[in-house]
């Protein structure tokens, strides 16, 4: 009998040739349990996706509910099926007039795709602007419109039309002009490093959008969802978006994307062709009764209040000589030192010694902090206190 971790690596297709290779037997909480009984304190949340822990027993009871209901029936948009009108009514109580109409699909990528065939379709443009070090998802639509050459440059050609701008950086709205369909822009970059923008900056996008008839295309694929300490990341800048993106932490460890707009936006992808987008497993009845369940665990155990309680503990307990500085906006925190070098045996001296952290695509000297939004103190104190003797593992030996 071949083991787990050979199966693995003989049937599954890879991403890397390093994988972590961690065997996880189960999950609960903020805590992921090994085949060999060694418990890991996740602070990465699957990469910004178990917002709520994993497991919770709400979004479990909600799923439960579901499967003794129905499983998928019909492809999306044909049936009315109640947990996609509900999860569709209860994100739109979290949003701003006029975006009002959801379209529900798999993943991240998915409503990245979504998204920019809207904004074509509706603004009759050819052009897309985003920015530089942007990361939107690794289908090729949104390949194109991320912004590093060396996660694109195997796969070229990729969609034409497509300029980036730095982030943060007004001087080049130039690029952006009557050609332009959509600006996509992440509210807070997550694989930059979690570069924050200012909130002038947002205002003037949305002016100079606003000018040229060009849509802006929040993405809040990390940052949604109380990551940042309110639902949406931009309600802290006083912007609002044409077209939002949201995923990752949407579905409280199920798969579900959405993008949303205004019911005027969104129509035009009924008509000239029909069927504009189409999915056959978007929102799926169970990915969106967890979803639903994951936002009401939000609102109802009032996690956003606490997130920015959680995130300035640990800042003030991850403090060493060898971390240069820690970047956030709430629970989405890079802690960067000086070199990937340095960083790297951190990590995985940290994960020898039960808790997991990862770095960032483009910013690979910064280790990754976002725990679930239901980290207890005593689990921050515990990760922290694991981070630093890690620290000191590895500098004692250097």
Request: proline share 5%; charged share 20%; hydrophobic share 45%.
């Amino acid at each position: 009998m071949l083991s787990q971790r050979q199966l693995f690596l003989n049937y599954l297709g890879q991403t890397s040739d390093f994988p972590l290779m961690l065997e996880i037997e189960r999950a609960e909480g903020v805590y992921m349990h090994s085949a060999e009984g060694k418990r890991y304190l996740d602070l990465i949340s699957g990469i910004g996706v178990s917002n709520v822990g994993h497991r919770h027993p709400k979004v479990l009871q909600a799923i439960q509910d579901q499967l003794d209901r129905y499983l998928h029936l019909m492809v999306y948009g044909e049936f009315v099926q109640a947990p996609q009108v509900q999860l569709a009514e209860a994100l739109t109580r979290t949003l701003p007039d006029p975006l009002n109409a959801c379209f529900f699909v798999n993943s991240g990528s998915e409503a990245i795709e979504g998204a920019l065939k809207l904004a074509k379709r509706y603004t009759g443009r050819p052009n897309l602007v985003s920015c530089f070090n942007a990361y939107h998802g690794s289908s090729h639509g949104a390949l194109s419109v991320s912004g590093s050459e060396q996660f694109k440059q195997g796969y070229r050609p990729l969609l034409p039309g497509v300029s980036h701008i730095r982030f943060n950086n007004p001087e080049d709205f130039f690029q952006i002009d009557e050609q332009t369909a959509a600006v996509v822009v992440e509210t807070v970059q997550g694989e930059a490093g979690v570069r924050v923008a200012d909130a002038d900056y947002f205002k003037a996008l949305r002016q100079h959008c606003d000018s040229v008839g060009a849509l802006l295309i929040l993405d809040e694929i990390q940052a949604g969802f109380g990551r940042t300490g309110t639902f949406w990341a931009f309600e802290s800048y006083g912007v609002m978006p044409d077209i939002m993106v949201a995923a990752k932490g949407m579905g409280g460890g199920m798969p579900i994307g959405a993008f949303i707009a205004s019911q005027e936006i969104m129509q035009v992808l009924k008509a000239n062709p029909i069927l504009g987008h189409i999915s056959t497993f978007g929102g799926h009845p169970v990915s969106a009764a967890a979803s639903l369940a994951t936002l009401r665990v939000i609102q109802e155990e009032n996690l956003l209040e606490q997130v920015s309680v959680k995130a300035q503990r640990i800042i003030e307990q991850l403090q060493h000589p060898a971390i240069r500085s820690i970047r956030h906006r709430g629970l989405m925190m890079a802690v960067e030192f000086e070199s990937f070098d340095m960083l790297k045996p951190v990590i995985d001296r940290a994960i020898e010694l039960g808790v997991l952290t990862d770095w960032f695509l483009y910013c690979d000297n910064a280790m990754r902090v976002a725990p679930p939004l239901t980290i207890q103190p005593t689990e921050i104190d515990e990760a922290c206190a694991i981070i630093l003797q890690a620290i000191e593992d590895v500098t004692v030996h250097a």
